[in-house]
């Protein structure tokens, strides 16, 4: 897994609330409510903090949703990097994608929910929604170029086959509970069911 992004350079302010703590509850927060139904007034409450507590670490409510997508966008991203280094043909850098995404979704559940959830009414989440098309585009060119290589069917549009693929990760959101299963198990399964089924099989 990548390592964390740098956030935000660490502020002093009340005992037991650092940036990673306020951002954690945030994301609580919006994913609970809405982050257009949560007021810095809510979050304050939350934590039994004044808001000017809240505003001594970030700027805005806004700041707090761009950290937050950022931090689920950049460990796709990580991904994606990690990907594009494995050797062998496309198929296989795929699989390593698609588990990698699982992944990132398992550690860093809340921040991918609420990622998945925005709907472009902000600057910052029109921001998030063209990385995400990033991402989609490129697991797009992954499928297609193993499709040319003869390694998956090449029945079904890549742009379907990349949708499905994570359409399938990506409901993990709505069911996956942390101590129910382990992070490498849901990989597994999502893999072997994925792949089994868009394979080309050997005569």
């Known amino acids: 897994m990548t390592a964390e992004p740098q956030v935000h350079p660490r502020r002093r302010g009340r005992p037991g609330y650092d940036l990673e703590s306020l951002l954690l509850v945030a994301v609580e927060l919006f994913n609970e409510r809405g982050y257009d139904g949560t007021s810095m007034e809510d979050l304050s409450r939350k934590l039994g903090i004044t808001k000017s507590a809240i505003y001594h670490h970030v700027s805005s409510k806004e700041e707090l949703l761009r950290l937050a997508v950022d931090r689920a966008l950049d460990g796709l991203f990580g991904i994606v990097a990690e990907a594009e280094a494995v050797p062998g043909p496309a198929v296989e850098r795929l699989e390593y994608l698609v588990r990698g995404s699982v992944g990132v979704l398992v550690d860093r559940l809340p921040f ?20 995400r098309r990033e991402f989609d585009r490129i697991v797009a060119d992954l499928v297609a170029q ?40 849901i990989a597994d399964a999502v893999v072997k069911i994925a792949f089994d089924g868009i394979r080309v099989r050997a005569p």
């Open 112 to 131: 991918v929910t609420l990622l998945l959830r925005v709907r472009g009414n902000t600057k910052v989440e029109r921001a998030a929604l063209t990385r």
């Open 146 to 185: 193993a499709e040319q290589d003869g390694d998956i069917r090449p029945d079904v549009d890549p742009a379907v086959t990349s949708r499905l693929l994570f359409g399938m990760v990506n409901s993990l959101i709505e069911w996956y509970r942390p101590r129910r299963s382990a992070g490498t198990d």
